[in-house]
């Protein structure tokens, strides 16, 4: 690479630079020409002239400054922000508003891949100043995602979507965070498009089916009921656990799809002769109990599967009831007047305050499965028992989930807890294996119950 090469370089990034149409707000280049940045960029790794990495950054909490103070408070800001950008970085580098609260930079020149964190780093730090406007004082600051430009990346396209999968990654990890993209990150960002391309095309319930957890009282030993878990039978990837695909429905706002599918499903297995007249728990998402509609589609899917609604109980995690008390407080009131129980899901994991919770019309806590297995340790024990008698003072049903040993089963039969689920007795299992399980528990002994 002679040095006229690279002079003549410079002067097409100017060139571009020049040509580029300006943001009217930040004085920016235009959403554009970040992808044209990004092809001389490109174009570098063929010629060796150090490495090249492109830059997302999304504003933290923009949209609150904005729906709270008006777009003329936050248009200011993106300004400020606009010239901290500018200036963080070399005049041979790019940086456009790509839109809304989200910068795209390409920085060329660096000599290893450590050099980019580090221009991430001082671009976040630049944020960090407080921006003082209109007698306020502004704190700032983005998630920042970097994606290093080599021969892999033949379009640019594919260089800013990573950079963006990165920052999405710093966004999760909290505020003013940064990552660097992985190709692991890639494959999951594959991996959701199919989860969401194979909802959107209505194609979900093919694919998902439901396995089905007893629950049994600690008391008797007997099967009471089961808890209803979502499964996606994947065409090539074979049987995902839901860890591996409710994220990414949720993140797609598809999860509804599933919810509503799940209690269709439980409830008319509910109802069929195989279980009858045990009771069925159903896992729901948060985002249900902020729809106004919720209700009513209970309603009327215990109404189509002919199931006394006292049979089934909806579950809702803790973190996911504080989200909107007062919504929450309604929806769950009217569950409660249709007969449907509510339980509390992973309790205890949430850190909400107690006050909050006992407002709430639930009918039982699920004891998280952390507390069982924690359960071994004076502390676990003392925080296991302490629930439960809460739950007692409450005056609601609990219910220990993941318990896998006679040890714990007794803990939990001494502090009083009322019900269990866990390895113990079984894992979840498929529709067709219920009925067997269900004959052969009747014949077994019971677990042991201490005195
Ligand atoms: P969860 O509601 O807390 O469910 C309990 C999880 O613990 C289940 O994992 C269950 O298979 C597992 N488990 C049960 N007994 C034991 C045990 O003794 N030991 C251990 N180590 N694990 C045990 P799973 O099925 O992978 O579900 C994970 C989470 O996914 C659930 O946590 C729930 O939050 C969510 N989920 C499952 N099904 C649905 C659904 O239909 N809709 C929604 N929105 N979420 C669901
Ligand atoms: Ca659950
Ligand atoms: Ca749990």
Redesign the pocket.
Known sequence: MSLRNIEDRRRCRAELERQAHQDQLTGLAEPLCPGRAATVALDEVDTGVGMSAVIFLDLDRLKVINDSLGHEIGDAILKVVGDRLRSSIRPTDMVARFGGDEFVMVCSGLSRAADALDVAQRISDSLAAPIVMADRTFHVSAAVGVAMVTSAYTDTDDLIRDADAAMYQAKSAGRASIRAFDPGTHDKALRRLDFESTVRSGHGPEQWEL?Y?PQCSIETGEVIGF????RWRHPERGLL???EF?SSLEDAGL?AE??HF?LRRAAAFAASPAISPLHIS????AGQLLAADFPDFVTSVLADAGLPSERLTI?I?ESGMIQDLAVARRTLRTLRDLGVGVSV??FGTGFSALSYLAELPVTELKI??SFVTRSDTPTGRSLLEGIVSLATSMAVSCVA????SQDQLDLLAKAGCSTF????VA??MQEHEVETFLKQAEGRHQPRIPR
Do not use: K, W
């Open positions: 396995h957890q808890e209803a878990l979502a656990m839901p860890d409710i999860i599933l919810d799940v159903v896992n729901v998402s579950e995690t899901d992973d998280d499965r989930e993941g318990v896998e689920q866990g390895y113990l894992p979840a």
